[in-house]
Every structure is written in structure tokens, then in C-alpha cells.
């Protein structure tokens, strides 16, 4: 299985990204589907998070300005990233949880905001 992300680049502070992720099966093996983020030099941060039946979640510190959702149709899980800020500088990457055939991440996709 490979969860393959895109939509990753440069952004300016106060901008929008939206970033994608393709996850072939998810839907119907009832994966949760999460975001990470990784800058350098620091440890992986858990983003977001969206579940099977779509509850959403998110770490305060995106709050109000990320939203994640989902195609089950297409097996795809956006994140919608607005007001970005410097901050939010580092590689995301999607994954899934649930049953153990879930447990597989992307390779990520750069986001740079200056």
C-alpha cells in the first residue's frame, strides 16, 4: 500500500496550501487518516486527525486555521492549511490507524512558508 501526498510547496505567511493524500483502500478497510508534520530538527508533531465516520480533530496549535476532510469515493484526505504562518514550515505526512493493515505513511510533502 502506498499513501502518496502532494500539494506541498512554498507559501507566504497568511496564505493557503492544500495538501492531498491518495490511501488506496483506506475507505474500505475503515482507516482513520491523520496528519503529521516534521521541521527540521525537531520531533514528528501529530496535525490532525479524521475518522471513519468524520469526526475531526486537530493539535491547538492549528486550530481555527487547518481542516482536514475526506473522499471516500476518491480514498483521498485533504488538508485545507489557511493563515499559515512560518511556523508551520516542515514536511507533512499522512498515515492511517485501525486494524494493522491501516498502519502505513507517505513520504511526505514539503511545505515552506516564508
Known amino acids: 500500500v502506498q499513501l502518496v501526498e502532494a500539494g506541498g510547496g512554498p507559501g507566504q505567511a497568511g496564505g493557503s496550501l492544500r495538501l492531498s493524500c491518495t490511501a488506496p483502500?483506506?475507505?474500505?478497510?475503515?482507516?482513520?487518516m491523520s496528519w503529521y508534520r516534521q521541521a527540521a530538527g525537531k520531533q514528528r508533531e501529530w496535525v490532525s486527525s479524521i475518522s471513519t465516520v468524520d469526526s475531526t480533530f486537530y493539535a491547538e496549535s492549528v486550530k481555527g486555521r487547518f481542516a482536514i476532510t475526506k473522499d471516500n469515493v476518491k480514498d483521498t484526505v485533504y488538508l485545507q492549511m489557511n493563515s499559515l504562518k512560518p511556523e508551520d514550515t516542515a514536511m507533512y505526512s499522512c498515515s492511517g490507524s485501525g486494524i494493522p493493515w491501516c498502519n502505513h505513511w507517505g513520504q511526505g510533502t514539503q511545505v515552506t512558508v516564508s
Open positions: 483502500g483506506f475507505t474500505s478497510n475503515n482507516c482513520d
